[in-house]
């Protein structure tokens, strides 16, 4: 399994483009799965529901399972954050996996920089960042700078950049 990352400030906008990257990709035939780094308490369970109140009574693991999908929920208890490596071991191998956050993690990742914003660039001190997706010129980058808004142009570098076997994009009408 392939994997890259997007990483960057908080609102450089990640998401939105990880968003705008998945179906480019799986239009090109690439099985794609993701994973986030949520950078404070969440839950995707909710208060009277049944999972939640099997967890709420002490299990540690819940899944919960249906015709259309099936999520696996395990509370830490105070237990150290897993690795990405740790996380990773229990997903379902496929061609590119999509790793949202986990700026400090040494994996092959794509900064997302919107200048504008003030933050400082990841990519000039990260040696794991292999391109910059931004909305603006900057000078001096040592790696590619790739334009945050050519969604077809970052697929390209995704799929070059992890030995992909893709299909070529199709020129529109085609």
């Known amino acids: 399994m392939k994997i890259i990352g997007l990483a960057g400030w908080s609102g450089s906008g990640k998401t939105t483009l990880m ?13 794609v799965s993701t994973m986030k780094h949520a950078h404070h308490e969440f839950d995707v369970d909710r208060p009277g529901k049944d999972s939640y109140e099997h967890r709420a009574a002490g299990a540690t693991e819940v899944m919960v399972s249906s015709a259309a999908r099936w999520a696996l929920m395990h509370e830490l208890r105070g237990t150290p954050e897993p690795a ?22 040494a994996h092959d990742k794509i900064e997302v920089h919107r200048p504008a914003a003030g933050n400082p660039l990841l990519a000039r001190d990260d040696p794991h960042v292999v391109a910059v997706a931004s909305d603006a010129d900057l000078p001096g980058l040592k790696v590619p700078r790739l334009n945050l808004d050519d969604i077809e142009a970052i697929v390209d570098f995704i799929v070059g950049h992890c030995g992909l076997a893709a299909a070529p994009r199709r020129a529109a009408g085609e």
């Open 19 to 31: 968003i705008r990257l998945i179906p480019a990709l799986v239009a090109r035939g690439v099985v």
């Open 84 to 105: 990405p490596e740790e996380l990773i071991a229990h997903m379902t191998p496929v061609d590119l996996l999509i790793i949202e956050g986990f700026k400090a993690h």
